[in-house]
């Protein structure tokens, strides 16, 4: 795959996943990280602002998946 198809799509995401919630919302940010990850394995550099972005959704699903435990 091109590398500015797989970061038009990143973007895209990224645009979609600004208004998504709830489940809607985790699976944007599946498409997010395996895109990500296909432009790593590649051999080029994911932009900065994406990688922050994968970063704080994966704590924001780490986060919620403890939001129903009992304490």
């Given at each position: 795959?091109?590398?500015?198809?797989?970061?038009?799509?990143?973007?895209?995401?990224?645009?979609?996943?600004?208004?998504?919630?709830?489940?809607?919302?985790?699976?944007?940010?599946?498409?997010?990280?395996?895109?990500?990850?296909?432009?790593?394995?590649?051999?080029?550099?994911?932009?900065?602002?994406?990688?922050?972005?994968?970063?704080?959704?994966?704590?924001?699903?780490?986060?919620?998946s403890?939001d129903?435990?009992?304490?």
């Amino acid at each position: 795959m091109a590398i500015d198809y797989l970061l038009l799509k990143a973007e895209e995401l990224e645009l979609a996943i600004q208004t998504a919630s709830g489940d809607a919302r985790r699976e944007l940010h599946q498409k997010l990280h395996h895109t990500l990850e296909n432009i790593h394995f590649n051999g080029w550099r994911v932009p900065a602002h994406l990688h922050k972005l994968d970063l704080a959704l994966t704590d924001e699903e780490i986060e919620d998946s403890f939001d129903n435990m009992p304490v």
